[in-house]
């Protein structure tokens, strides 16, 4: 039997991201028509066959835009009321759960606190008691 070259595996960076785009895309255009509105790494990652330490370590544009979704930090006239609660809530315990997660790297770690100082300051500022929100 011959050997496997391993390099024949690797795909340049820019075929890569085009990759990671068109299944991040297609996750998303599947939830639209099911009304499922999370994406994570771990599908995006499963949908373009890497691995997620791939996307965190080397494609953190597309990490981000698994999380972007939920977020309304880029802007100034986002009204959240009680009724987003569940959804902070949920994100919250989620982001918890990376946190502790060995193969995030330092960025996606400092993502992660940053996502997760975020949904406490929602939850507080809608009422919620801080102390279910303890890191």
């Known amino acids: 039997m011959k050997p496997m070259d391993k390099r024949s595996n ?5 075929d890569r991201e085009k990759d ?3 299944a991040l895309y297609r996750i998303q255009r599947v939830r ?9 790494i ?14 965190h370590n ?3 544009n597309i990490a981000e835009a698994t999380l972007e979704r939920s ?11 009680n009724v987003h609660a569940p959804f902070y809530q949920r994100l919250y315990d989620d982001l918890k759960e990376l946190l502790h997660c060995k193969d995030i790297g330092e960025g996606g770690r ?3 606190e940053r996502d997760l100082n975020r949904c406490r300051d929602v939850l ?12």
């Open 110 to 112: 400092q993502r992660v």
């Open 58 to 60: 080397h494609y953190p």
């Open 10 to 14: 690797y795909k340049p960076a820019e």
């Open 71 to 81: 977020r309304c930090s880029r802007c100034n006239h986002s009204v959240i009321g």
């Open 42 to 55: 771990a599908a995006v990652a499963s949908k373009a066959g890497v691995s997620s330490a791939l996307i």
């Open 124 to 135: 507080v500022q809608l009422g919620m008691p801080s102390e279910a929100q303890t890191a």
């Open 20 to 22: 990671l785009k068109l």
């Open 32 to 40: 639209a028509h099911t009304g499922e509105t999370k994406v994570t």
